[in-house]
């Protein structure tokens, strides 16, 4: 990779490890770049690099990913020196420090406290799953790490330098309808459709993504299509997925699965990649 890609959270189906299989589906040539499930942001850090595009929008519904980016974007020493503290306290409290920290209510907290809780549970929460509760609240154990990576440093100045020029936003994945424009490039990666057709493991939000959820990201893509925009999709390889975009171009990638309770299921799986234009195969 030509590229750093400065991720600075680990995150379910972070797509780091695909982006060589990406190049190919890129199209050649768009206007802005708007991502609507932007994650850990691994694809929105290459496109920026590579493509520099006109300009950038990332949204998310999850506010504590967006305040993170943010405080990245415009305080990002402070954000370090609140990340050391956090790791001198969990290596001296360990498990006692890490339970009161979780319990506590990030919006209770000001941006930069929150930002720094957000990336200190990340790094020392059990496989840097994100999941929360009915109520919104993180319930992920602590995880067995020695030392965990908590500060890096130079990653998050990497990242603060990319995403000066970029519009950050706290949105549901519809709304990037009233944003997008003809020749724009939308990328969404979604919650996956679980295999099994039943409820994911993984809970980015207190809201569920099925078939309801899904449906509705498909009926945008297809007025995107519309609109004369490029868009451009990955979901789980069922189908479900296959159905709801029959119409459209899907290749097929190989993903190794990084996050799950078993580690026997860690194992090579194929995904979709859905776009509305066609690329070499």
């Known amino acids: 990779m030509e ?12 797509k780091t490890q695909l982006l060589e299989q990406f190049i190919p589906l890129f199209p050649k040539r768009f206007n802005r770049y708007l991502e609507p499930f932007v994650g850990s942001g691994a694809v929105f850090f290459y496109i920026i690099q590579k493509f ?18 943010q405080i990245i974007k415009k305080d990002v020493e402070k954000l370090i020196i609140e990340l050391k503290q956090h790791k001198e306290y969990h290596v001296t409290k ?4 890490y339970l009161t920290i979780r319990a506590t209510n990030p919006k209770h907290l000001p941006d930069l406290e929150r930002a720094a809780r957000f990336i200190y549970l990340n790094k020392t929460c059990f496989n840097g799953l ?8 993180f319930n992920v154990p602590m995880g067995s790490y020695k030392n965990p990576d908590i500060i890096q440093e130079e990653r998050l100045r990497t990242a603060s330098k990319l995403l000066q020029t970029v519009t950050i936003k706290v949105m549901p ?3 990037v ?5 003809k020749g724009d490039l939308v990328y969404f990666d979604p919650p996956y459709y679980p295999l099994n057709g039943k409820h994911s493991f993984t809970t980015y939000t207190k809201d569920a993504f099925l078939e309801e959820e899904q449906e509705l990201l498909a009926e945008t893509f297809t007025k995107l299509d519309k609109k004369g925009c490029f868009v451009m999709e990955s979901n789980s390889a069922t189908m479900f997925i296959k159905g709801l975009y029959h119409t459209f171009n ?15 299921k860690r194992g090579e799986i194929k995904e979709y990649v859905i776009t509305n234009y066609r690329v070499k195969k």
């Open 173 to 175: 994945f519809e709304k």
């Open 250 to 264: 899907i290749a097929t990638v190989k993903a190794r699965r990084m996050i799950n309770c078993d580690g026997s």
């Open 52 to 69: 520099k595009p006109s300009e950038v929008i990332i949204s998310d519904s999850n506010e504590e990913l967006m305040n993170t980016y």
């Open 130 to 137: 994100y999941r929360v509760n009915s109520k919104g609240q």
């Open 3 to 14: 590229f750093e890609i400065p991720k600075f959270v680990k995150w379910a189906g972070g």
């Open 177 to 181: 309808l009233g944003l997008a424009n």
């Open 94 to 97: 360990g498990k006692r420090y």
